[in-house]
């Protein structure tokens, strides 16, 4: 089995700048994946960045290319969602999942991320 935690997550103002942070937990070296997601009131979940564990290839989405930037840190068995330009349509929950195994994929609780001036 294998646990997420996310953190980071807060207020900022149109512009600036957040790091998501996702830890993982128990089995992690069954996990191949790591995405994040996001999901605002009112609309479905909708993958933002994921990234390969072993060869760190990464995809966005078209909404984030060139202000988001997903990478991770093997050691530390962590995620990061690196967060520029912040705009207010980026206010949602993110979820961080961890895909491992054959395809069991594991849910972090979300945290909020709200841009407002």
């Known amino acids: 089995q294998v646990q997420v935690v996310e953190s980071g997550g807060g207020l900022v103002q149109p512009g600036g700048s957040l790091r998501l942070s996702c830890a993982a937990s128990?089995?992690?070296?069954?996990?191949?994946?790591m995405s994040w997601y996001r999901q605002a009131p009112g609309m479905e979940r909708e993958l933002v960045a994921s990234?390969?564990?072993?060869?760190?290839?990464?995809n966005y989405a078209d909404a984030v290319k060139g202000r988001f930037t997903i990478s991770r840190d093997n050691v530390k068995n962590t995620a990061y969602l690196q967060m520029n330009n912040l705009e207010l349509e980026d206010t949602a929950v993110y979820y961080c999942?961890?895909?491992?195994?054959?395809?069991?994929?594991?849910w972090g609780q979300g945290t909020q991320v709200i841009v407002s001036s």
């Open positions: 999942r961890a895909t491992y195994g054959v395809a069991d994929v594991a």
């Open positions: 128990g089995t992690v070296s069954l996990v191949y994946l």
């Open positions: 990234i390969t564990r072993f060869e760190g290839n990464t």
